[in-house]
């Protein structure tokens, strides 16, 4: 099978690392699958793209609405000759729609990311959608929140949640050495980490007031933001000095997220309610891939990964006085916490796994080429 891909970008997010781990998975799982991946800009966040048996090619657009770029594609897919093509972005689909006029290759449109409670004709991304859906013949979303929010029509929708590859936690360096690098000196911590870019979706401010408040009742509280963003340095400007730093750490961005995650003992995702929902969050499930409990903003498709008291914790939006009741629960109960933690990495390693999830993109790509199989289900 030859499958074209097409992603606006390879800057450092989610969607572009949940596109590298199936093209891996792809691989892996199948022995005759070639795969061309287009990126269409130059940046590239992702150097093992060079290291992968794929072909791999930039296509720069130039301003907001670069006409030639169909072209440029339509040059692509009549060169690689894809069996089906996956676009990440609505931008690419947009473009593929004049682009593969011709050629009338099987298209899926892997746009829906996110569930935002609010999507309505008000939002950008939304009537992209709406735009494209007369013209689609399926979408692919990765939570179910994500297909009920922007209303496309079930006999062209389907829900294939995030794969993690599982090897990725295997074979860390000892807990102790990445501690020592975050923290010199010894002593009890009951530490907290969010992984989050610091941007409009994302609430650090209500995951630091709630730092704040509980490391002036209890100094073994710890808190580790990981990422980087616009919002970064105003955050950081927040806390007084003697707590930069020490009590609270701004990591920056990290490559050994894994390795990180062994030194915490909560993994928290706080997010903005509206317009930007949760589609499936990376950062949870790697925090439930590593055995940690989860706290986390519910709603969208937050909900359908985090279930209240089996594998974390929910709070409201915003809601402060919740989050630090829900840490101080996790830190007087260790025993709940283990429970949590437990069952939360069961639940990702059975249903999460790099091998289901590159199956059922196989089992929707074949379904798209007129194979005789259902389309898969969560």
């Known amino acids: 099978m030859k499958i074209l891909m097409i992603t606006n970008t390879l800057k450092k997010g989610g969607k572009e690392r949940r596109m590298l781990e199936l093209i891996k998975g792809l691989l ?44 440029k594609l339509r040059r692509a897919i009549k060169d690689f000759n894809p069996d089906i093509i996956h676009s990440w972005d609505i931008t690419a689909s947009a473009y593929l729609q004049i682009a593969n006029l011709i050629s009338r290759k099987p298209v899926i449109h892997g746009v829906i990311y996110d569930a935002a409670a609010d999507s309505d004709v008000f939002r950008k991304h939304y009537r992209r959608i709406k735009m494209l859906t007369p013209f689609s013949k399926m979408f692919v979303a990765n939570s179910k929140a994500g297909l009920a929010a922007y209303g496309t029509p079930s006999i062209k929708s389907v829900c294939i949640y995030n794969g993690i590859d599982l090897n990725r936690f295997n074979k860390l360096p000892p807990v102790e050495e990445t501690t020592a690098q975050l923290w010199p000196e010894k002593k009890p911590r009951f530490v907290i980490m969010m992984v989050a870019a610091f941007e409009i979706r994302k609430d ?47 990591t ?46 519910k709603g969208g498709g937050t909900d359908e990964l985090v279930r209240e008291e089996e594998t974390g914790l929910l709070i409201a939006p915003g809601d402060v006085n919740a989050l630090v009741a829900a840490i101080r629960k996790l830190k007087n109960d260790p025993l709940l ?42």
């Open 204 to 250: 650090h401010g209500t995951l630091l007031e709630a730092a704040l408040q509980l490391i002036n009742e209890d100094d073994s509280f710890h808190f580790v933001f990981i990422g980087e963003g616009e919002f970064r340095s105003a955050l950081m400007e927040k806390v007084p000095a003697h707590l930069l730093n020490t009590h609270i750490l701004f």
């Open 28 to 71: 892996e799982a199948d022995g005759d699958c070639r795969i061309m991946l287009v990126s269409l800009d130059n940046i590239v966040d992702y150097p093992q793209v060079y290291e992968m048996p794929i072909r791999f090619e930039m296509i720069v657009k130039g301003k907001s609405k670069d006409w030639r770029l169909a072209f």
């Open 337 to 378: 916490a283990g429970q949590l933690g437990t069952k939360g990495a069961a639940w990702v390693r059975s249903e999460l796994n790099l091998g289901r999830v590159t199956r059922s993109y196989l089992q929707l790509y074949r379904h798209q080429l007129g194979e005789q199989i259902p389309l898969p289900t969560n």
């Open 252 to 297: 920056g961005m990290r490559h050994d997220i894994e390795a990180l995650l062994q030194c915490a003992d909560v993994g928290v995702l706080t997010t903005n309610a509206g317009n930007h929902g949760e589609g499936l969050s990376n950062a949870i499930i790697e925090y439930m891939a590593s055995g940690l409990p989860v706290i986390a903003t």
